[in-house]
């Protein structure tokens, strides 16, 4: 449940991509805060790095390389949703296939 569920959250930061407001004090003009291409969902945790990575993208594996920022708490976050969901899939897909369709009624 856990294992899929971490691909599930890494695998949100491919496709669910917008935006957050990042705050980088080495980055001019981000030292308050700036707007930054972010990816994750249902939480935005791999942050676009401005001064490291290719500007506009990002995702959990540039992330984890080091070029983008992660935000834990939000990857925690959306990891622990996901393994609920994968869970919960799991649960009803073995109840699905513990049902023995000689013993319904009907």
Partial sequence: MAALGLVLAVGSSFVAAGTAVAVYPDIMGCERGCAVVASGWPLRYALDYPGLSVVG?????????????????????DWALWSLVAGALLVAFGRRKKRDPA????
């Fill in 57 to 77: 993208r990002t995702d959990a594996f540039e992330a984890w390389l080091g070029s983008d920022r992660l935000n834990p708490a939000r990857f925690a976050f």
């Fill in 103 to 106: 013993s319904s009624p009907g």
